[in-house]
Nanobody, 120 residues
Framework: QVQLVESGGGLVQPGGSLRLSCAASGIIFSGYDMTWYRQAPGKERELVAVILSGGRTNYGDPVKGRFAISRDNAKKTVYLQMNSLKPEDTAVYYC??????????????WGQGTQVTVSS
């Protein structure tokens, strides 16, 4: 059974930092591209950051220079370090794992989400 379990969310003041974690089980983690998405109330889900299986990273424009994604394949965990947080970063953050097999079949899994609230 595949599970992605996010943790690390919470309430933080503007300018503060949080580190999210997403622990995976039931998959060959090193072969998956891992992505953090977020969804704020009344808004569409947006990509926050992605780290490919090979280690390349990419970020959504709103978080460039403030957030950093990393992965530890031995621990089957992906991290999102969030610095200089702003109220507009308030959202539920979701972890996604994505891979394709040799027949180009897609395998994708989602975590349950963790709430991040940035407020004074």
């Amino acid at each position: 059974q595949v599970q992605l379990v996010e943790s690390g969310g919470g309430l933080v003041q503007p300018g503060g930092s949080l580190r999210l974690s997403c622990a995976a089980s039931g998959i060959i983690f090193s072969g998956y591209d891992m992505t953090w998405y977020r969804q704020a109330p009344g808004k569409e889900r947006e990509l926050v950051a992605v780290i490919l299986s090979g280690g390349r990273t990419n970020y959504g424009d709103p978080v460039k220079g403030r957030f950093a994604i990393s992965r530890d394949n031995a621990k089957k965990t992906v991290y999102l370090q969030m610095n200089s947080l702003k109220p507009e970063d308030t959202a539920v953050y979701y972890c996604n794992a994505l891979a394709f097999d040799a027949l180009h079949r897609e395998y994708t899994y989602w975590g349950q989400g963790t709430q991040v609230t940035v407020s004074s």
